[in-house]
């Protein structure tokens, strides 16, 4: 992952959340319109962006033929970017083990989002699969986050933390992320003090109003350390036939603010990231 973000510059992520409702006109008479309006997309983005994250939902809901449609669409992202199973499973035991082999052996993703509601039961099982990931739910960016996730403990630290923690012992940073809102910059800071070494996964930016440098000004570490997904701000950024254009456009203005991000950054790429290269205004 570091690599991929040191040779190609951005560390965007785009959230392939394809719902036919929303689909451009013209591509409705396709045999498969998801997947034909989802290979438009990479085509346009491809250059820009180092993972793509699929959605399983919008695939599910579609029955059989919304599976086949994202079967063709991570082989036609193929090899050279992260694939991520946005499927937030949680089960236990054998349960997660079979789950674990859909998205890893069968649909061949890197990534797998993971609950960790119920435990070592419910993660464990999806970890020790070769060059695989798990991304598991730590601070997400939707309101109800608040429900549970900060909730303070015996001890005075946040839920979120003591999830985070736990899971560090169960994985390294070589196959475990986590997922930490970009509705919440005010935590980033906090989250590299528990985690300063691991990759995090970004959601939020953009139509949920997270703010891009607010997030990278504690947020970076040595490695880069940021995957940030944008979803519907590329893929709807058109809806006509110059659908894909208008994505493209998106993702670039993003990748332009990322590219800015580490030139001022310069340390993120060179393993000493600090957050002094940002002015206290920033964010």
């Not at 083990?97 to 990534?111: G, K, M, P, S, W």
Request: hydrophobic letters at 40%; glycine letters at 8%; aromatic letters at 10%.
């Amino acid at each position: 992952m570091h690599r991929l973000i040191l040779q190609r510059r951005p560390f965007l992520c785009v959230g392939l959340d394809t719902d036919p409702d929303r689909l451009p006109d013209h591509l409705r008479q396709e045999a498969d319109p998801v997947f034909s309006f989802n290979q438009a997309i990479i085509d346009a983005t491809r250059d820009l962006c180092v993972a793509y994250k699929p959605n399983l939902a919008f695939y599910e809901a579609q029955g059989s033929a919304g599976w086949m449609a994202l079967e063709k669409t991570i082989r036609y992202i193929g090899p050279d970017h992260f694939v991520i199973a946005d499927a937030k499973r949680g089960d236990i035991g054998n349960t997660s083990r079979q789950y674990a082999r859909a998205f890893f052996e069968q649909l061949r993703a890197d990534a797998l989002t993971v609950a960790p509601y119920m435990g070592a039961d419910s993660v464990k099982p999806f970890l020790g699969f070769d060059q695989k990931w798990v991304i598991l739910l730590a601070l997400t960016s939707n309101p109800g986050s608040d429900d549970f996730q900060k909730t303070l403990q015996e001890e005075g630290r946040p839920l979120y933390e003591k999830v985070m923690r736990k899971a560090m012992s169960w994985a390294g940073r070589d196959e475990l992320m986590f997922v930490v809102g970009a509705t919440h910059p005010e935590r980033f800071a906090d989250i590299r003090r528990i985690a300063p070494g691991h990759f995090l996964l970004v959601p939020g930016v953009g139509a949920q109003g997270g703010s891009l440098e607010a997030i990278c000004r504690h947020g970076f570490n040595d490695q880069v350390g940021l995957l940030v997904n944008s979803s519907r701000g590329i893929l709807y950024a058109g809806s006509g036939p110059d659908f894909a254009a208008a994505a493209r456009r998106a993702a670039l203005a993003l990748q332009q603010q990322m590219e800015a991000l580490l030139n001022r950054a310069p340390s993120a790429s060179e393993g000493n990231a600090s957050s002094d290269v940002f002015p206290d205004s920033a964010g």
